[in-house]
């Protein structure tokens, strides 16, 4: 049984990881939109420029992430998350500067989200891998609703701050305020202890390592399935979320970045409604993969029916409808997978749960742009609500081993 002074330890050690994980989410939510507006709207770039520019945003998570995986099962998980958030405050610093200096266009746009990208893709999988070893298992759902309902927070305040930023004096002032944000983050990652990682035979190379990882996630079925849906919501729904719903909001009903931002964090109101819900009533669940399904089969439903709305009223309230059903998707899901992974492969599954959900978002985004170049926006979010939906339904089918999950 684990001493009172190591229990305290441990929650210091969550608050301490809660709050540096609400910040690095922040930044992220607000930074797809500042980048997404900075082209759309302050440089008034085509949409297909949008979508390459959140491409670049994706595309090292895509190339480096496994890597990044590897790295956080075999090297000092502390510094690497020290390296990241100062990284990232340097290059959103160096693209305020750019903003502000008036030197920015769409290829210096394309290399500053490269680089951005490239810090998150190394940080993303230690941050991820942290949990389990700090939670004890038997707390491990409680403490991923907890943090999930820290990071819709800050999906609904980044959207909404970066709006009313970029309202107030443009997407300059955004982005030194993400930069920040990272800042206050370095201090919260100062003061964190990271568990000790399990001892590794530093002798086998990373690549085999990596291919491990790989090869273990893909022989677990029930892993395989989660995976599977993971892609379906990182690429088809929060991809085309990312380049459609400012498009929608703009183009369609003509309306504001701050209104523009409010769409986004309506959605993550609706996914703290359930995660309380998830806290309250998470042990009468018994069938969690099966309710994880079901989520996914309403959200998206509620995609398609976002393409054929007739005004920004009703799109609010998909929204939130939206993030309610992503509720389950954003806590369900994580809880399995980490309650299915061993410890010594933790930061290499996880990886592949960035490189699934954060890797395929700006590939979706990529090709939602150049589908709404040529149908308009609405009608592309419903093209990418049915090909979702019929990807869930598929997995539904034939998931078995999923659906009995409890």
């Not at 340097?90 to 490239?118: C, E, K, N, R, Y």
């Not at 939670?135 to 759902?141: C, G, R, T």
């Amino acid at each position: 049984m684990p001493s009172v002074g190591e229990n305290t330890s441990r929650r210091t050690a969550f608050w301490l990881l809660w709050a540096n994980a609400v910040s690095v989410a922040m930044v992220m939510s607000a930074d797809r939109f500042t980048f997404e507006w900075l082209v759309g709207d302050t440089l008034d770039a085509s949409d297909s420029a949008s979508g390459f520019v959140l491409f670049a945003l994706g595309a090292p998570v895509v190339c480096f992430v496994l890597l990044a995986g590897a790295m956080a099962d075999r090297h000092d998980r502390k510094r690497i998350l020290l390296l990241t958030q100062l990284g990232g405050a340097v290059v959103l610093a160096l693209s305020a500067l750019a903003v502000w200096t008036d030197v920015i266009d769409v290829p210096i746009t394309m290399v500053l989200a490269v680089l951005f990208g490239t810090v998150m893709a190394f940080g993303q999988p230690v941050r991820s891998s942290l949990l389990p070893s700090i939670v004890p298992k038997e707390e491990l759902m409680h403490a991923i609703v907890v943090m999930t309902i820290g990071l819709n927070v800050a999906m609904i305040g980044g959207p909404l701050l970066a709006g009313g930023l970029i309202e107030l004096s443009g997407v300059g002032l955004a982005f030194a305020v993400q930069a920040g944000f990272f800042v206050v983050g370095v201090v919260l990652v100062t003061k964190l202890q990271v568990p000790a990682l399990p001892p590794v035979d530093r002798t086998v190379r990373m690549r085999t390592e990596v291919m491990d990882g790989l090869r273990f996630t893909w022989a677990h079925r029930r892993l395989r399935a989660l995976f599977a849906l993971l892609a379906v919501g990182g690429g088809l729904m929060f991809g085309g979320a990312v380049a459609l719903l400012p498009k929608i909001a703009r183009d369609e009903f003509g309306r504001s970045a701050d209104d523009s931002g409010l769409l986004f964090a309506l959605m993550g109101a609706g996914m703290i409604v359930t995660s309380f819900a998830l806290i309250r009533y998470r042990q009468r669940i018994t069938r969690r993969g099966l309710v994880f399904m079901l989520g996914m089969v309403a959200g998206t439903s509620n995609q398609i029916v976002q393409g054929f709305v007739p005004s920004f009223g009703w799109l609010a309230l998909l929204m939130f409808l939206w993030g309610a059903s992503g509720g389950f998707y954003m806590n369900i899901n994580q809880t399995l997978i980490q309650e299915l992974t061993p410890k010594e492969k933790m930061g290499r599954v996880m990886s592949l749960t960035v490189l699934t959900q954060g890797g395929l978002v700006p590939l979706g985004a990529l090709v939602a742009s150049a589908l709404a170049e040529s149908i308009g926006p609405q009608p592309a979010m419903s093209v990418f609500g049915v090909v979702a939906l019929a990807c869930v339904l598929l997995t539904l089918v034939v998931a078995k081993e999923l659906r009995r999950q409890v």
